[in-house]
């Protein structure tokens, strides 16, 4: 079975660096084929996805943020850890960690199969 | 990458069929077939009902099914019950990113 998990501050000031954790299991992130993204959902609910990192250890992020985004994993512990630095209010969201689709031989790393209940982060003075 | 976009809102009665548009760019809908779609409850996590523009993973009903034609997708629920109603989005993956859709709030009249 499984299962991934967002952990995190739920409330950080502008300027700071925002860190967040996924904790995973039931699939190893050494095993080929295996992939976590971040994914963002603001209140307004509009969707964005943030950063990969692949079983390789290759790492992609959004074009749009990847001056600010940092993705790493710890296989031993199964977790990702994702940093977004220079917080502002419009960084406001629900932070999703999401595993990619994997059927058989099938695999894609485009798809999100498995999603961790997500966690909310507010960005306040 | 700009967000795909979608209607905000499509509904139906019990039985009937909507029809979900996601519009987007030669450079990603029209560019491959790694199209999928996303259901969403209320204060839950996005669920897998569509992937690669029309295949379903097991244990989505086939009431649910995906077509494209050129930059545009279409998700299409059929024999419309109250539980699908719920949010809906598409993405697409291109160039190693994805793009998620505006999003499209289904209601079941």
């Known amino acids: 079975q499984v299962t991934l998990r967002e952990s995190g501050p739920a409330l950080v000031k502008p300027t700071q660096t925002l860190t967040l954790t996924c904790t995973f299991s039931?699939?190893?992130?050494?095993?080929?084929?295996?992939?976590v993204s971040w994914i963002r959902q603001t209140p307004g609910k509009a969707l964005e996805w943030l950063a990969r990192?692949?079983?390789?250890?290759?790492?992609y992020y959004s074009t749009s943020l990847k001056t600010r985004l940092t993705i790493s994993k710890d296989t031993s512990k199964n977790q990702v850890v994702l940093t977004l630095t220079n917080m502002d209010p419009v960084d406001t969201a629900t932070y999703y960690c999401?595993?990619?689709?994997?059927?058989?031989?099938?695999?894609?790393?485009?798809?999100?199969?498995?999603w961790g209940q997500g966690t909310l982060v507010t960005v306040s003075s | 990458q700009s967000a795909l976009t979608q209607p905000p809102s499509a509904s139906g009665s019990p039985g009937q069929s909507v029809t979900i548009s996601c519009t987007g760019t030669s450079s990603d809908v029209g560019g491959n077939n790694f199209v999928s779609w996303y259901q969403q409850y209320p204060g839950k996590a996005p669920k897998l009902m569509i992937f690669e523009v029309s295949k379903r993973p097991s244990g989505v009903p086939d009431r649910f099914s995906g077509s494209k034609s050129g930059n545009t997708a279409s998700l299409t629920v059929s024999g419309l019950q109250a539980e699908d109603e719920a949010d809906y989005y598409c993405s697409s993956y291109a160039g190693s990113n994805s793009v998620f859709g505006t999003g499209t709030k289904v209601t079941v009249l």
């Open positions: 999401a595993r990619n689709y994997v059927s058989g031989s099938y695999y894609n790393v485009g798809y999100f199969q498995y």
């Open positions: 990192i692949d079983w390789d250890d290759a790492k």
């Open positions: 039931g699939f190893s992130l050494s095993t080929s084929r295996m992939c």
